[in-house]
C-alpha cells in the first residue's frame, strides 16, 4: 500500500509543480501539499493525477491569498478519490432524478471516413446541424445521412450555420493541424497585468477566505460554471448572468450551490447598462464566450477594465486564443474528438468507435485553473495594487493533459459510496441531494455553500 500511495501522490505532485509555475506560483508552496486517498479513473491519461492537481493548484492559490491577508499559511490537503469523483457529478438527488445531460440526437456518428461527434445541446445548435443533414430530430435518420458525409466536410458545414460539430482526429493529425500547431503553442496560462487598483479592506476570515469578494459570472457549459461554484463554496458572492430562455439541464443543480443568478439581455440597452453598473463593483469577472462575442457587444477587455479599475478578468474558450479556429464554438467533448483524445482511447481499447474520457476532464481541469487564475488575481491586487487578464482555454488544457499518459492502475475508482457524501441533506430547488465531501481541505476551510443549488434567474439583477 505505502508502495502503491508513493506513486499516486508522485504523479499529482509532479503535475501540480507544473500547473503551479504556470500560474506564476512559487514552488516551494506547491511542496506543501498532502495527497490523501487512493485509485485511479480508467484512462489512457492520467486524469486521476490531473484531477487531484487542479484542485490542488486552486487550493494552493487560496492559500497564498490566505497568507498574504493573515500571514498564516494554511495546510492544503486534497483527496485524490473524492477530487476523481468531483470530475464526475457531486450531487446525488433523493427522490428525484437530473434531467437528461444529453440532447437525443447529441453524440457520435459513423462518418463515410471515420467519425464525427455532434453536440446538439442547445437547440440552436441542434437546429444548425439538422439545417445541413436536411433531416428531422430523429437519431436513426441523422445517422443515417452523416454516414454519406466525409466527418471533416461535414463539420465544416455544420460550424457554418452556427452549429457545434468535431470530426475526430488522431493526436498526430492534430499536432499537425494548423489549429493544433497555433493552441499547442500557447502557454498554458496567459496573464496580463491591468490597471492599478484600491487594496482590499483589512478584515479577513480564514475560513471563509473569499468573503466580501464580487464575481461576475458569466459563464456556461462546464468549466466557468465549476470555476464560480469553488469560488462560491470559499466565500465569494456570485452573481451569475444567463440571457432570457438559457437553460443547461442537468448541470444547472450541479453547478449552482452557492450562487445566485439573474437574467439579463446583454443586446438590449437596458440589459447592457445594467451589466455594466453590475461589473463596476465587481472584483472578478469570469466568462467563458467566444474570443470575440464580448467585443461584438462593446465589452471588450479595454472597455471592460476601463468601467471597473483593477478588475481581474478571467476566461477560457474551446479552441485558443489564436489560429483560425479561435472564434469557434466548441465543447469539452469536442475537443476531446478533434485534439487526438477519443481517438486515441479508441487504439488503446482496440474499439470500433471512439473513446472518450471517463470523465468531462478537460471542462473540470479548466475550471479549477480558472478559480486559481482568479484568486491569484485578488493575491496580485493586493500585493501590487494591479487588476490582471488571464486565458486558457479547453484545447490548451488537453494537451497539457495529454503529456502524462497513465501508468500502472493499482485500483479503479468507481462510483460513489455512501460515505464520500456530506451527511447534510441540501434542500435543492428541485427536490434534497447529497452532495460529495470537498476534496480540499485548507487550514479549518472546506468547500461549503450557505445557499442550497437553485434554478436560473431567481435572483434581481444587484449585489
Known sequence: MAQMQTSEETGVRRMTSKLWSALGGKLELAESVKIAGHGSLPSIFAVSDFAAATIATAGLALAEWTEVR????????????????????????????????????????????????????????????????GTGAERAA?????ATWRADELEAAIVAQGGCAAAMRSGED??????????????????????????????????????????LDLTRVLAGPVATRFLAGFGADVLRIDPPGWDEGAIIPEVMPG????????????????????????DVLVHGYRSDALEALGLGADVRASIRSGLIDVSHDA???????????GFDSLVQMSSGIAHAGMAA?????????????????????LAAAAVRGLTWRQIQGTGSRSRTSLARVGGFLTSYPQGAINSLIGKPETSDYLGDIELTDWGPALRLRSPLTLGGAVMRWEKPAGELGTSPAEW
Request: charged share 20%; glycine share 8%.
Open 70 to 133: 493573515s500571514r498564516d499559511v494554511p495546510s492544503i490537503t486534497v483527496d485524490r478519490r473524492l477530487a476523481s469523483l468531483w470530475f464526475g457529478f457531486s450531487i446525488a438527488p433523493q427522490g428525484w432524478e437530473l434531467p437528461p445531460v444529453w440532447d437525443p440526437i447529441a453524440g457520435d456518428y459513423a462518418s463515410a471516413d471515420g467519425w464525427i461527434r455532434l453536440h446538439t445541446n442547445a437547440p440552436h445548435h441542434r437546429d444548425a446541424a439538422l439545417r445541413v443533414l
Open 349 to 369: 481499447a482496440g474499439a470500433g468507435r471512439p473513446v472518450p474520457l471517463p470523465v468531462q476532464a478537460l471542462d473540470h481541469g479548466t475550471g479549477y485553473l
Open 319 to 329: 479552441y485558443g486564443w489564436t489560429g483560425s479556429w479561435a472564434n469557434r464554438r
Open 259 to 282: 450562487k445566485r443568478c439573474t437574467r439579463l439581455d446583454l443586446k438590449t440597452a437596458a440589459g447592457l447598462d445594467c451589466f455594466k453598473s453590475l461589473l463596476a463593483e465587481a
Open 142 to 146: 441523422v445517422a443515417e445521412v452523416v
Open 174 to 215: 492534430w499536432a499537425d493541424h494548423p489549429q493544433g500547431r497555433s493552441v499547442l503553442a500557447e502557454p498554458l496560462m496567459r496573464i496580463e497585468t491591468g490597471a492599478t487598483a484600491a487594496r482590499f479592506a483589512d478584515g479577513f476570515d480564514a475560513s471563509r477566505p473569499l468573503a466580501g469578494v464580487k464575481v
